[in-house]
């Protein structure tokens, strides 16, 4: 009895251990790409991450101001708090990413694939959206004033309370979209495309749509 009690007693150890080495391992997120550790709260500010795979990346805090991310694979990845800031995310798909409270002034996003992405409480000032790809994201109570939103496609999003002043949205299509709450003075809305499923503000009258 003794010896099968210090046998039994033997294999829980183990099983702790290996219980202590595989919480280990995925608390530790890190990963190196380009030579560079990408990791949460990591400095990257002006790495060259170019057509870089960062799909389900940590980097929730990261110092990414001016950042080389055009074409990169951002899929999934946690970017909550980040500062992208002056970064190059031309192309880059960021399909389903993480980004709420995340500084993206003056970030280039031009041809970006946002689909599905959390944009809340991010900051947008100034960056260019020309022609990406934002449907079905979350842009709720974002700032995106005085911003190029040419072309965008943002059928689905939501853009509840967004900060909305001075962007130039000509020509974008707003099918389905929630704009409830968000703040238009001075916003260009002319080619813009909606319907009946496109939620304003009451008593906001909005142009009549391109098509």
């Known amino acids: ?18 219980l202590v080495v595989l919480l280990a391992a995925r608390g530790n997120s890190s990963k190196i790409v380009n030579g560079y550790t990408i990791k949460p709260g990591a400095d990257l500010s002006g790495a060259k991450l ?18 080389h991310l055009s074409g990169a694979d951002l899929r999934g ?8 800031g002056h970064a190059d995310l031309r192309n880059a798909n960021l399909t389903n ?4 409270d995340a500084n993206m002034e003056d970030a280039d996003l031009r041809d970006a694939n946002v689909q599905g ?15 990406a790809d934002l449907r079905r994201a979350d842009l709720s109570y974002a700032n995106l004033g005085e911003k190029y939103l040419w072309g965008v496609y943002m059928r689905g999003a939501k853009l509840y309370r967004a900060n909305l002043g ?5 020509g974008a299509n707003l099918r389905g979209v929630d704009v409830s709450g968000a703040h238009l003075t001075g916003t260009n809305l002319s080619g813009i495309i ?7 503000s009451k008593g906001f009258t909005p142009p009549p749509s391109a098509n």
Do not use: F, P
């Open 1 to 18: 009895m003794k010896g099968q009690g210090m046998k039994r007693n033997k294999w829980i150890a183990i099983g702790v251990v290996g």
């Open 50 to 67: 170019i057509r870089a795979d960062l799909r389900h990346a940590s980097l929730s805090g990261a110092n990414l101001n001016g950042a």
């Open 77 to 84: 990845a946690d970017l909550s708090g980040a500062d992208l």
């Open 97 to 100: 990413a993480s980004m709420e």
């Open 117 to 131: 992405a959390n944009l809340t409480d991010a900051d947008l000032h100034y960056s260019n959206l020309s022609y």
């Open 166 to 170: 001075h962007a130039d949205l000509s």
């Open 194 to 200: 909606w319907n009946e499923s496109t939620n304003w």
